[in-house]
Each structure stands twice: as C-alpha cells, then as structure tokens.
C-alpha cells in the first residue's frame, strides 16, 4: 500500500483515482468543485483535501488528471500546489492532455520524478481500467509510476523524454480525426444509397476499412445517439495543441486542421459536449 494523491476528479480522474483504491492504495483526492471530491470519497472511501498541496503532503506519488495547461499549472506550481508539499523523490504522474511545452516544464523540477502520460480509451477505458497510457519522461520515473498506472491500464508504453508522452496523444488524436470522418462519410453514403446499415457494417467491418471507431460508433452514429463521454469540446482542444505543435515542429497536418473545422461547425450546431462520433451531424442525410 502506498500513500497517494490524485488531483482532479472528472469522468476520467473519478474512476482512475478508484482503482487505486481498489488496488490497496490510500488516496487523497483533491477537486476545484469539491462536490465532485467527496461525491468520490462517498463511493471509494478516501480522503479530501482543500487543496492541492494539502493532498500531496506526505504522498509518495501524485498524479492529476484536470483540464488543460492552465489547469494543470494552478495545482501543481504556487504556494498551494502540489509541488510545494512533495517530498525530493517523490513521483509526480500528470494524465492531463496538454502542450509538451509545459511537460517540459514541469519536469524541470528535477528533486522529483516527474512523468508526463496522457491516456486514450475515454471514460469507458476509465472505467474498465483498461486505458493506453503514452509516458514521457526519465526511465526512473516510468519504472516508478508503472506498477501504480497498472491498476487502470491495459497498456503502458514508455516513448521518451519529457514531452514525448503529449506529442504521442496528439499523434493519437491526429489519427482518430481522419477515421472519424471517413466512418460519417460512409454511413451517409450508406444511407444516401438506401442501403441497411447494420449489413453495411457487418461487410465492411472484417475487412481493411476496420476500426475502433467504425465497430464502436457505425450503430450509435445511424440513431444519432452521441452521449460517449468525449466531447467535441475536448476534442478541439487536443486538435489544437497538435496544430500548434505541428507549427513548431514543421509537420503539415491538412486533415486534421480540416477536421478541426468541422468540430467547430458541430459546435455551432450546439454539439459542443457530444462525443466526438457527432461530426457525423453536419453531413445532410
């Protein structure tokens, strides 16, 4: 059993933070709405902190899961954030999606052993503990986070040096945009052809055209159903740290910035917190 903290206590945070109590952990948790926390202490039994740094006193590791950059920095820097209270040696995991550059950032804190690992599987593979976890960072911090990450992971690659394990979310999202929508596209021209779509996807889907999204989403996209706990709003904020980052780094990236576009329309149409299977909404039927 170890001592832990865990910031941020959303639809991904929530269910992650359990497993570890369920692995035989003792857990803090600290939330910005701390209805959220102790709506979380009252199903798993930890403990809530007032704040971060209150959470991190005293915990061999502290991981967060919470927005964006912004976010991230509020509850780990400053006096009441969880870097003022850690211990030197102690291990700091973030599951945030973010910019590499404040992955980079953070880990220049070097008295601790700083991992940046976004996760993909959304709240489903949170909820299943079967999440993929992409790690940036020193070899020492990996070997030190992994048994801990094991608890809500089916997968756990370490792919580099601070910042590598945000660069590899973004390549993740990059390619989920394009197959997206190439599946809306084809269940549309399915439907435009007067064609059963259920049969369409049994042809189609043993075959090269397969994916994640085309096996999971073809049935919920057909009844307009998008209530899959990755919204469009998170989705245009992943596409935007890889656009920005592709600027840097010189990469072109004309799908997914074509993509992105299309997200934004289904916010216009009011689609912000619909999963993203909802790009499908903006192709006439």
Request: with cysteine; proline share 2%; aromatic share 6%.
């Amino acid at each position: 059993m170890a001592k832990l903290a865990f910031i941020g206590t959303g639809v991904m945070g929530a269910p992650m933070a359990g497993h570890l109590v369920t692995a035989g952990h003792d857990v803090t948790v600290y939330n910005r709405t701390r209805a959220k926390a102790e709506a979380w202490a009252s199903t798993y039994g930890g403990t809530v902190a007032a704040t971060p740094a209150e959470a991190a006193r005293g915990a061999a590791a502290v991981f967060t899961c919470v927005g964006n950059d912004d976010d991230l920095a509020a509850v780990t820097l400053g006096a009441d954030g969880a870097f003022a209270a850690m211990a030197d040696g102690a291990l700091f995991v973030d599951h945030t999606t973010v910019s590499a550059t404040i992955a980079r950032r953070l880990a220049e804190e070097t008295r601790l052993l700083v991992l940046d690992a976004p996760v993909s599987g959304g709240q489903a593979g949170a909820e299943n503990g079967k999440l993929s976890i992409m790690c940036g960072g020193s070899a020492e911090a990996f070997a030190a986070a992994e048994p801990l990450m094991r608890a809500y992971a089916a997968r756990i690659v370490h792919v580099g040096e601070a910042g590598a394990g945000q660069q590899t979310k973004m390549c993740n999202q990059i390619a989920i945009a394009g197959v997206v929508q190439g599946v809306a596209e084809a269940l549309r021209f399915a439907q435009k052809s007067g064609l059963e779509t259920g049969k369409v996807l049994e042809a189609i889907s043993g075959g090269a055209a397969q994916s994640w999204q085309m096996v999971n989403r073809w049935d919920s996209m057909a009844d307009e159903r998008f209530d899959f706990g990755f919204a469009v709003d998170w989705m245009r904020k992943d596409l935007g740290l890889a656009l920005d980052e592709a600027r840097a780094n010189g990469a072109v990236l004309p799908v997914a910035a074509l993509v992105d576009q299309f997200y934004a329309e289904v916010q216009a149409m009011g689609g912000s917190r619909q999963d993203t299977s909802s790009l499908v909404r903006r192709l006439p039927k």
